[in-house]
């Protein structure tokens, strides 16, 4: 009993994490970030309305070794809230379980993916991981990453400290505990994620 419910913290948690992620091309959700926008947006306001807007939504495209080279060259370009250059170096990929194999072939390949061309693969020389993440319920939506300590990155606020209980159930032979934490995220500006809906 004890292992259901530390189990079922663990899924609350871990459902959380990936709901901006799973919902984050969608018309009308209910995460969003600081600006009023989806986690990925093509038309995010700068704070300097005379900058005009900016992007973190790729074009949609399947995982191609291309496809990350394009997000990594559009991570480097950033600019920041005043439309000064800020270049962010890309990391790593988050995928779904579903883009596994594709990613090991894309980014792992010695010479050009997919292909007997013997031209090397220049995704090896950019050191860029990937990291799946089972609980991301599209098969075609992936995600890069910049450093993990940017100031732009998710937000995630706990309570002091989960609490447990008891409750009745109506019959006296059978009992059930709960865990209750408190928890927030949010996003100010998610720079160093950038999402491409795949296809």
Request: hydrophobic content about 35%.
């Amino acid at each position: 009993m004890m292992s259901d419910l530390n189990q079922s913290a663990i899924d609350c948690v871990e459902l959380y994490a990936a709901l901006p992620f799973n919902t984050a091309f969608s018309a009308t959700v209910e995460w969003v970030c600081a600006d009023g926008m989806n986690l990925c947006d093509k038309l995010r306001p700068y704070e300097d309305a005379t900058q005009g807007t900016w992007d973190n939504e790729d074009t949609s495209s399947v995982l191609t070794a291309d496809a990350v080279s394009t997000m990594r060259v559009n991570f480097a370009k950033f600019k920041n809230a005043r439309g000064i250059r800020r270049p962010i170096r890309m990391q790593k990929i988050v995928i779904p379980v579903d883009l596994e194999s594709t990613a090991i072939v894309e980014l792992g390949s010695a010479l050009k993916p997919g292909s007997s061309l013997n031209d090397k693969n220049f995704m090896t020389e950019y050191n860029i991981s990937y990291e799946v993440w089972n609980y991301l319920t599209s098969a075609n939506y992936w995600f890069g990453m910049g450093p993990k300590d940017s100031l732009y990155e998710l937000i995630w606020l706990w309570g002091s400290r989960p609490s447990s209980g008891k409750y009745e159930t109506g019959n006296p032979n059978v009992y059930a505990r709960y865990i209750r934490q408190v928890f927030t995220t949010g996003a100010n500006k998610p720079s160093a994620i950038r999402g491409n809906q795949g296809s």
